[in-house]
């Protein structure tokens, strides 16, 4: 970046530390903002909890691979965040607690509780680890001298900053802020780019056969077998209903009409936000320019495109995007410790977890974290073990404690033993989610026919 890029980030980053500079006046304002959010912040701020780094860089190296096919990607979470709004988002209002969890402490018992509780805080470090990962991709061109433990640290304090004092609100503001850039940034990249392509140039970089919308063609395509896309699909419809960076911003909703429209109106955003990306991300390849690492398309249609001073501005935008869903997954694993272990009960405390999960994340970045989007994925497998005592709790009054357990076990089981199995060359997502969900809602199913039967009772929904 030359002096005037560095301006414009500079000008970001001193807008972001200025939104944190605000404290919160109590534990309720840190972790659910007084449940005072309003139908547009709330958009803002559930676009950006799920407009992250780790899925832009994951989505945009699928685009600059196998080209316009890759818009399917963007379609998963259009269908998934509907099928949330459809069957969760009133739901999680109306019970209106500090964490997820503890549905299930409530509707089953406190020790089952307990187990989604860790089982989602095990995930959730697993995402973060991910989205830190994916922001240190991001900046090490930039900062070539420094290592990546070096730059993921100082990225990360970067977000404690913004986040520790205001907790929710904080990440709030950071996200309507964030929701602002990313909406100019990324068709203005997409149009710069289409703006300079030649007739047939794209066509010339993918081959013929791989059209947007072939299913049927592009089953097992090697570049994205609409396949996996499929089973991404069934993932994020039965993962988001129990995710808790969700919740948590739902709970802080104004009331149960703003969560539900909030849902929908959000959807649409992600979807047409990732369409962007995907799709400027094969412009960039149809004008021939290699890159050894696909992942790195994002910065280098910033470097390529965008004149000087907005792409300071540019890689700002990508770094609020990663700030404001980290900020808000800490946020929620510290109400979710909070409501279900008791622990973090002061505004101190908070602060201070929200400071051990970020170094936890650190390290889980540059120890475990190789590829991002299979990692990102198989963090997923404890979340949709939870998806039929979920959706039971709220919807089946004849689900039990004895089928929640059932189903759970089931699911995890069958989680890790297809990654184990079957592997991720030989494609475990497809059994996992294909022949998961089927088999963790039987499971839960027949264990409640079966305690209910044999007199083994349990709690309903208070």
């Known amino acids: 970046m030359n002096r005037l890029d560095l301006m414009g980030f500079v000008a970001v980053l001193a807008a972001l530390l200025w939104i944190g500079r605000r404290t919160a ?20 701020t559930l676009v950006m909890t799920e407009f992250n780094t780790s899925t832009l860089l994951a989505f945009s190296a699928a685009g600059y691979r196998a080209g ?5 990607l963007p379609l998963v979470f259009l269908v998934g965040l509907l099928f949330y709004m459809v069957t969760v988002a009133r739901a999680w209002k109306r019970f209106d607690r500090l964490s997820v969890a503890e549905l299930f402490s409530t509707r089953y018992s406190p020790a089952m509780g307990r187990l989604a509780s860790a089982l ?3 995930a959730m470090t697993g995402f973060s680890a991910t989205y830190v990962k994916s922001l240190t991709l991001i900046f090490a061109p930039l900062v070539p001298g ?8 100082v990225l990360s304090l970067v977000v404690v900053a913004v986040v520790i004092r205001g907790g929710l609100m904080s990440v709030v503001r950071a996200d309507q802020l964030g929701f602002t850039l ?3 940034l990324l068709p203005l990249l997409l149009f710069l780019g289409w703006r300079l392509l030649g007739p047939g140039d794209m066509a010339a970089a993918f081959p013929a056969d791989q059209r947007i919308f072939s299913p049927i063609a592009q089953w097992s395509h090697p570049a ?4 996996f896309v499929s089973t991404l699909i069934v993932i994020t419809c039965f993962t988001y209903i129990s995710a808790p960076w969700y919740g948590q911003k739902i709970f802080a909703a104004r009331d149960e009409r703003t969560a539900f429209l909030a ?7 992600v979807c047409a936000l990732y369409g962007a990306t995907v799709l400027g991300a094969a412009v960039y390849r149809a004008h021939g320019t290699p890159l050894d690492n696909p992942e790195t398309v994002v910065p280098a249609m910033i470097a390529s495109w965008l004149p000087s001073g ?4 540019g890689i700002a935008t990508l770094f609020v995007a990663a700030l404001t869903t980290l900020a808000g997954v800490w946020s929620a694993m510290a109400a979710m410790l909070n409501a279900d272990f008791k622990l973090a009960l002061t505004l101190r405390a908070q602060r201070l977890t929200i400071g051990a999960l970020a170094l936890l994340c650190w390290l889980g970045a540059n120890v475990l974290v190789d590829d991002i989007l299979n990692r990102l994925i198989l963090a997923n497998i404890p979340v949709l073990a939870l998806s039929f005592a979920l959706l039971a709790g709220f919807h089946w009054p004849g689900a039990t404690t004895t089928g929640a357990w059932a189903s759970v076990a089931v699911g995890v089981a069958w989680g890790v033993g297809c990654f184990v199995v079957v592997g991720e060359a030989g494609g475990y997502t497809w059994p996992w989610a294909m022949g998961g969900v089927p088999l963790i809602f039987a499971t839960g199913t027949v264990g409640s026919v079966w305690s209910r039967k044999y007199g083994v009772r349990s709690t309903e929904l208070q």
């Open 25 to 44: 006046s109590s534990a309720q304002a840190y972790l659910i903002a007084d449940r005072s959010i309003g139908l547009w912040p709330l958009v803002a």
């Open 68 to 72: 316009p096919m890759a818009i399917a």
């Open 120 to 122: 989602l805080l095990f």
């Open 146 to 153: 420094l290592s990546a433990w070096a730059l993921s640290a």
């Open 182 to 184: 990313t909406a100019v």
């Open 224 to 227: 994205l077998p609409f396949r």
């Open 263 to 269: 849902v929908g109106i959000s959807a649409v955003f």
């Open 310 to 313: 907005l792409r300071g501005v």
